[in-house]
């Protein structure tokens, strides 16, 4: 059995060269290696020059978009309001070109005028403001000097043009939506009969009282108020409508009739 035993070999002798053979030495080309970190720092590099390009435009752009406002127009359906005094009140406030504008700021000095119910303040380029307005509408005068709109709100304008076609409505501040909801509903049973209310107050302890549009006051007090009235109208339209002009006050607060105030001679030349 032959048996082979590697660390018992002797090394194969060398090999002589072949005559006339060129021993050839290959040259192993060696790539030089980048250093991670240049590599890092050119594009940081990069990133920082197209930021540096990037704020330059948008500072461009900037300049060219926040331009100094040379307009401010009012658009809405207007009637009692006058647009051309509010869009020169509003100019007077601006204080920055139209990026830099406060907006709400605007919108609120638009809202301090009494007869703007809503107001919306945009831009528009290249240099205006748009304020579209939504007017308060007037359904009733609050007391001598204020308004109430269609939702109950009281607004104080200047009166001075006159709205005594209105219903005059007075009581609690709190209760405007309810005395305006009366109102409607008393309305509707006095035309009826062909009778305006003119005038309808709550006063503090409950209690209502009307006045018609021939002069008329009537107190109505604060309980069954529509059976009180209904009774009243009944016995108006019976006895009392051709004596209309005498008459100064009608209480109702009666459950078998009323009371009737008469006017003096010299309170009924008044009236006439």
Do not use: C
């Not at 053979?21 to 240049?38: D, G, L, N, T, Y």
């Not at 009733?140 to 104080?156: E, K, S, T, V």
């Not at 503090?204 to 109505?220: F, K, P, T």
Request: charged residues 20%; without cysteine; negative net charge.
């Amino acid at each position: 059995m032959n048996l082979s035993l590697p660390w018992l070999k002797q090394e194969a002798p060398p090999v002589k060269p072949i005559r006339g053979a060129v021993a050839v030495q290959r040259q192993v080309e060696v790539v030089p290696e980048i250093s991670s970190a240049k590599t890092v720092g050119v594009l940081l590099g990069s990133f920082a020059f197209f930021v540096l390009i990037m704020f330059m435009v948008a500072d461009k752009a900037l300049a060219l978009l926040d331009q100094p406002i040379s307009e401010v127009s009012i658009k809405g359906q207007i009637h009692h309001l006058d647009g051309q005094a509010l869009a020169t009140q509003l100019a007077q406030e601006i204080r920055a070109p139209l990026l830099s504008l406060d907006v709400r700021s605007l919108r609120d000095e638009a809202l301090a005028n009494p007869w703007v119910h809503v107001a919306e303040v945009r831009r528009q380029w290249p240099a205006a403001i748009e304020v579209s307005i939504a007017e308060q509408v007037p359904v009733a005068r609050w007391g001598d000097r204020g308004l109430l709109n269609h939702q109950g709100d009281i607004f104080w304008p200047d009166l001075s043009a006159g709205y005594d076609f209105l219903p005059r409505l007075n009581g609690p501040a709190h209760e405007t939506r309810a005395i305006i909801a009366q109102y409607h509903d008393l309305s509707a049973l006095f035309s009826t009969y062909g009778i305006r209310i003119q005038s309808l107050t709550l006063e503090s302890r409950g209690a209502w009282n009307l006045e018609l549009d021939n002069g008329i006051q009537v107190v109505a007090g604060r309980e069954q108020l529509m059976p009180r009235l209904r009774r009243f109208l009944n016995i108006y339209d019976a006895q009392l409508a051709e004596v209309a002009d005498q008459i100064e006050q009608i209480d109702i607060r009666y459950t078998n009739g009323v009371a009737v105030r008469w006017r003096t001679e010299e309170r009924q030349d008044d009236a006439g």
